[in-house]
């Protein structure tokens, strides 16, 4: 992780703290789902709270969306489904991540999802599931915990070795 100076002056003196840079997160629709309320109000609280997000738009491909992780050089992305489709596109789209060494991005998701169908998404490399009605401030309070552990370069990524998922 990369680090920028911020240099603040209080009565003549310097004083000057290290701050990780925002993360970049991408916010993607998966599929035929038309509706994109849920992904665009995420999209604006993780950009409120400082972060580089891209917005993919709808109707993507897990092809599409990766390609878009890659060149965008993305640390998280965002899965949204409301249509049913998650119990394929989300763990497919985990996988091209593997596939395409972005093993190291860590891959959240929300929409309609039944708890009885989490358990694969997890194994399949999510680190967090969202319903209707999660806050802006647990979205946040996820983001922020996984930049904590990327400055501590603890590996979480949805490809990674490690069993560590959000409200676990």
């Known amino acids: ?6 240099a ?11 701050m990780p840079k925002p993360l970049r997160i991408v916010i993607a629709k998966p599929g035929l789902d ?11 609280c993780l950009r409120d709270a400082g972060h580089e997000v891209i917005y993919t738009g709808l109707r993507r491909t897990p092809e599409q969306i990766v390609r878009t992780v890659m060149d965008e050089d993305a640390d998280l992305l965002g899965l949204s489904s409301l249509s ?3 119990g394929h596109l989300f763990p497919r789209t985990c996988q091209l991540l593997a ?15 039944p708890e009885e169908d989490r358990q694969s998404l997890f194994d ?12 802006s401030e647990e979205i946040n309070s996820f983001v922020d915990e996984v930049s904590s552990r990327l400055q501590q370069e603890e590996s979480i990524g ?10 676990a």
């Open 124 to 135: 399949a490399g999510m680190r967090a599931i969202f319903g209707p009605g999660t806050t």
């Open 8 to 18: 603040i002056h209080f009565n003549e003196r310097l004083c000057v703290w290290v």
């Open 99 to 113: 596939e395409a060494d972005l093993t190291h991005v860590v891959v959240f998701g929300g929409g309609i999802i």
């Open 84 to 86: 049913g489709a998650h």
């Open 158 to 167: 949805s490809g990674e070795e490690n069993d560590w998922r959000w409200g």
């Open 1 to 6: 992780m990369t680090y920028s100076r911020v």
């Open 34 to 44: 038309g509706h994109d309320r849920g992904a665009k109000v995420v999209a604006r």
